[in-house]
């Protein structure tokens, strides 16, 4: 349907009806090529190469309440340390297959580390962030730097980049990893390294070194000139992000721009060096819609995954709608139209997507229905 509005709809091949004896050779020669691994195109173009995009994953909708039970149950029953290396399970996307894939190209997990546990170091080159739902108590621990985790905060561990996790409060803690594994995997791109099981921190100190050089807003080190691939910022503090969606909302208040459209303030995180995307296969923004406020509908090429942080949302993908509240996970597939309408406390929203992957081999495409 959105290919007939798109672009042009596909005409069928016309195969004339087959003999009898036709249709014994072209089975033979079929049965042949299966037997030395071959396949036609013709056989399967429709599913190959689609007139747009057809995703094999799903959207699908995931509750906190119940990831944040096992989580905890998980807790109780199953240690962290090396080997296993995290206490964190994964969201498996009913459309592909069984694989820990919450898109072809993401990974989203729940990670829940009980007090005074240390999962040990490690490095891998697929890139990951972490983002806090809730609590605080944990450090992670980057290349011997100690970053604090706090509720809203946004944390990185671009790839190959040694890192720990430990948590020194009282109370357990959990938050959503996000990673490229999928696409490493798929890829086969992926390399892995122990590190060493001592804590590498020299204390918990109210910010990270990388902040302390990179969190100061248009102001960057001259002592680091040039532009880095990663961003070199391991900690994006809640309090910057909140401070920057209320002061959007409040030039809309004033009469002025600065709001994505009525009601819907949004940022992304960047790579202070660039101003580019955090990491080069992973983007992360976060959202902000007044009460009753919604997002412009529209496709896009990749993958986007919501976290719904405070507030509740209707969160419509394709012909489906589904209602978030606080720490749901959803995702849109490729392609798939989506929108967001807050509900009557508005809306806060996590999201991280895999554009930058598309972007960057210039196979990105959005597309906003016509007639809103
Ligand atoms: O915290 O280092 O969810 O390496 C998956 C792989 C978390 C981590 C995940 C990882 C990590
Ligand atoms: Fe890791």
Redesign the pocket.
């Known amino acids: 349907m959105l290919g007939a509005e798109y672009g042009a709809e596909r005409t069928e091949g016309q195969v004339p009806p087959a003999t009898p004896e036709e249709q014994a050779e072209l089975d033979e020669m079929y049965a042949r090529m299966e037997q030395i691994h071959m396949k036609p195109l013709w056989t399967q173009i429709g599913g190959l190469m689609p007139t747009t995009p057809e995703p094999r994953a799903v959207a699908h909708h995931w509750q906190w309440r119940e990831l944040y039970k096992l989580a905890s149950r998980s807790g109780e029953l199953v240690p962290v340390g090396r080997g296993g290396?995290?206490r964190?399970i994964?969201l498996a996307n009913p459309g592909l297959g069984g694989d820990t894939y919450i898109s072809p190209t993401l990974?989203c997990?729940i990670?829940y580390l009980m007090p005074g546990e240390n999962?040990p170091e490690?490095r891998?080159s697929?890139n990951?962030f972490?983002f806090v739902t809730e609590g605080e108590g944990v450090w992670?621990v980057v290349n011997g730097d100690p970053v604090p985790m706090r509720r809203g905060d946004f944390l990185l561990?671009p790839g190959w980049n040694f890192?720990?996790?430990h948590n020194i409060a009282t109370e357990p803690m959990a938050w959503i990893?996000g990673?490229d594994?999928p696409f490493a995997h798929d890829m086969d791109t992926g390399f892995f390294e122990y590190g060493t099981e001592e804590l590498t921190d020299e204390g918990t100190p109210e910010h990270s070194r990388s902040e302390q050089l990179w969190a100061h807003p248009g102001l960057r080190p001259l002592s680091f000139p040039g532009q880095a691939s990663a961003s070199p910022l391991g900690r994006y503090a809640w309090e910057h992000t909140d401070a920057a969606l209320n002061d959007q909302l409040a030039l809309e208040d004033a009469g002025h721009a600065g709001v994505v459209s009525p009601g819907h303030a949004a940022i992304r995180y960047t790579n202070p060096t660039t101003g580019g995307d955090v990491m080069t296969t992973i983007r992360a923004e976060f959202h902000r819609l007044r009460p009753g406020a919604a997002t412009t509908p529209v496709h896009e090429v990749g993958n986007r995954v919501f976290q719904l942080f405070e507030g509740s949302a209707t969160i419509h993908v394709g012909d489906e709608s589904f209602t978030a509240e606080h720490g749901d996970i959803l995702n849109v597939p490729s392609w798939k139209k989506w929108s967001i309408e807050a509900g009557p406390d508005g809306a806060d929203l996590f999201c991280f997507s895999d554009h930058p992957i598309f972007e960057a081999l210039h196979l990105a495409r959005t597309y906003t229905p016509k007639g809103i």
């Open positions: 290396e995290r964190a994964g990974w997990a990670q999962a490690h891998h697929q990951a972490r992670t561990t890192h720990g996790h990893d990673l594994i």
